[in-house]
């Protein structure tokens, strides 16, 4: 146990997922030593992360203002959206500079076993949103697992009676690996969306 | 033992630092286990969806210092839990089915072979959609609480043993009551909702289909009562249950 101040910034810092008790007063003992700019820098972010950010009004990605930045960009395509779990599927999906549409965060995924259900996320929102036919294709960008399957296998039947065309991700083998590693539903699911090869 | 094989059922999973997970396996030989499984998170992981929720897998483990093993090896037996994620109502059958079979080993490393049995039986059968989702769960909820030793008595009065079917249930008393025994609090019961929790528990599928909606429902409630008064807390797949 450290005295005072030293042990609560400890403690503190071991309340932030993935960090346990040595990495916490390893990251303290960093801090002490670090240079007093550099920290009040640190915390003047953390204060306004927590006072700017908020969520979009319409998409419920993170925001600095009532709208995000795709939801407030003329340029972006209205017709089709792109559903994620999180914020960060967000930026997983800009990276790849293919998508030119809008988006919608969920906050999470359908977890039965975790308590989560359809009206725990922001299904609600995005049926809504849909209601007013402008848009007209809805893809489907759950995480690849269970609680996301689930997920858009839920989302599909819900959206179904709308007529919308909706689409899931292809799931199938990474680049890079062998064949013979992959687990039998992954090899299933490329074999399902096998291609035509061009000549 | 320090690497072990056994087989088992994922009962659930949760996010451990930057790209792990500890896997909460049902096992046959060794009950529950819980076992991290490193790097499954990664998209060039060679778990894949092997260790999914509802997967039924050949597992390799090492037995460590802690009281988490690590997986080694994972060779899939039955996708149980990719068939059923195509599925909103089945897989959250499935969820409750996983939730129940934690909850009744409540002891790491105890083995309770006829429970797993149940369970992979009951997750095959859910899997397959022979019979009505919701009769399978339940049919699993009632022989599950029996080989745990909270068997429903459905034939005879619980308290004098006064030949059944009676239009009474207790769920603390545990079982149908007769008029004359009938305590307090005591649910009424049709014999219709009676005689397919019979029928659920000994297996008679052709009489459990042959019952109208509305018994199924009765019946549901009951066992769900049943269950969560053994289990003494409340299931948390439950409320998200989709019952056909």
């Given at each position: ?7 609560d ?10 960090i ?6 390893r990251i ?6 670090a ?9 003047k ?25 795709i ?7 209205t ?20 998508f030119?549409g ?8 359908i977890?039965p ?12 929102e995005?049926i ?11 893809i ?7 609680e996301?399957?689930?997920t ?8 179904a ?9 292809a799931?199938?083998l ?9 687990d ?16 | 033992?320090p ?8 009962l ?5 630092g ?16 819980r ?7 990664r ?11 509802a997967?039924?897998v050949?597992l390799q ?23 059923l ?8 059958a ?19 072979l ?8 009951g997750?095959?059968?859910l899997a ?18 029996a ?10 009065c ?5 030949p059944?079917?009676?239009p ?11 008029p ?7 649910a ?10 019979a029928?659920?528990?000994h ?5 459990a289909?042959?019952?109208d ?23 948390r797949?439950?409320p ?5």
């Amino acid at each position: 146990m450290y005295e005072g101040v030293v042990q609560d910034l400890i403690d503190e810092l071991g309340m932030l997922p993935g960090i346990g008790p040595k990495s916490a007063q390893r990251i303290a003992f960093h801090i002490l030593a670090a240079d007093p700019a550099d920290v009040r820098r640190l915390a003047k972010t953390l204060i306004e992360v927590k006072e700017k950010v908020q969520f979009c009004r319409i998409c419920f990605n993170v925001a600095q203002a009532e709208l995000c930045r795709i939801c407030s960009d003329p340029r972006r395509d209205t017709t089709v959206i792109c559903v994620v779990e999180e914020s960060k599927d967000v930026v997983a999906v800009e990276r790849t500079r293919e998508f030119r549409g809008r988006y919608h965060v969920l906050g999470g995924a359908i977890n039965p076993i975790g308590g989560v259900g359809p009206d725990d996320l922001h299904i609600r929102e995005l049926i809504a949103r849909l209601a007013d036919g402008s848009v007209t294709e809805l893809i489907l960008a759950t995480d690849p697992n269970t609680e996301g399957e689930v997920t858009a296998s839920y989302l599909a039947r819900q959206i179904a009676p709308m007529g919308l065309t909706v689409s899931r991700l292809a799931s199938g083998l990474p680049m890079g690996g062998d064949l013979e590693w992959a687990d039998e539903v992954t090899l299933g699911r490329a074999f399902e969306g096998r291609r035509t090869v061009s000549p | 033992m320090p690497v072990y094989r056994d087989e088992g059922v994922v009962l659930r999973t949760m996010p451990l630092g930057e790209a792990d997970r500890i896997v909460t396996l049902f096992t046959r030989r060794n009950g529950r286990v819980r076992a991290v499984a490193k790097g499954i998170r990664r998209t060039s992981s060679r778990f894949g969806a092997r260790l999914e929720p509802a997967m039924y897998v050949d597992l390799q483990l090492h037995q460590g210092r802690s009281s988490l093993d690590t997986v080694t090896q994972a060779v899939l037996l039955a996708p149980y839990g990719a068939v059923l994620a195509g599925d909103y109502g089945r897989h959250t059958a499935a969820a409750v089915m996983l939730e129940t079979s934690e909850r009744l080993t409540s002891e790491e490393r105890e083995p309770a072979l006829r429970l797993f049995l149940l369970l992979v039986g009951g997750l095959r059968t859910l899997a397959s959609g022979e019979h009505p989702s919701g009769l399978v769960l339940d049919a699993f909820l009632l022989r599950a609480l029996a080989v745990s030793g909270y068997g429903m008595a459905l034939d005879d009065c619980v308290h004098c043993g006064e030949p059944g079917p009676h239009p009474s249930v207790s769920v603390a008393a545990g079982g149908i009551v007769c008029p004359r025994c009938r305590p307090r609090g005591a649910a009424s019961a049709s014999l219709a909702a009676v005689g397919l929790l019979a029928d659920l528990l000994h297996g008679d599928w052709a009489g459990a289909e042959a019952t109208d909606a509305r018994t199924r429902r009765e019946s549901a409630g009951l066992v769900a009562a049943y269950l969560q008064w053994h289990l003494e807390r409340g299931l948390r797949a439950l409320p998200h249950l989709e019952r056909a």
